[in-house]
């Protein structure tokens, strides 16, 4: 089993930024990717980014391109996003997720943060 907690979310204007991060812990021995999705009230959860863990490749939904970055840090089995320029259409609970083999799909799942981008 793998716990994944989120942390870092909150209330920004629109224009700023807010830094969230994910702290992978228990069975970590070997992690594929790790990523970001989002919710936002009456929606279905969407793709934000994600990273694969060995090389950092990363990727990105359109609507997030140029805006929010991911990293990780491998030492520390932790993953971030940075926001930048976030606007009120941000606003969702944000979810952080992984993978732990190169066949399937994403595996678990933190219980989100939210972050709230006032216009």
């Known amino acids: 089993q793998v716990q994944l907690a989120e942390s870092g979310g909150g209330l920004v204007q629109a224009g700023g930024s807010l830094t969230l991060s994910c702290a992978a812990s228990g069975r970590t021995d070997f992690m594929y990717r790790m990523g970001w999705f989002r919710q936002a009230p009456g929606k279905e959860r969407e793709f934000v980014a994600r990273i694969l863990w060995n090389s950092g490749n990363d990727n990105y939904a359109d609507f997030v391109k140029g805006r929010f970055t991911i990293s990780r840090d491998k030492r520390k089995n932790e993953v971030y996003l940075q926001m930048n320029s976030l606007k009120p259409e941000d606003t969702a609970v944000y979810y952080c997720?992984?993978?732990?083999?190169?066949?399937?799909?994403?595996?678990?799942w933190g219980q989100g943060t939210q972050v709230t981008v006032s216009s």
């Open positions: 997720t992984s993978q732990h083999a190169v066949v399937g799909s994403w595996d678990y």
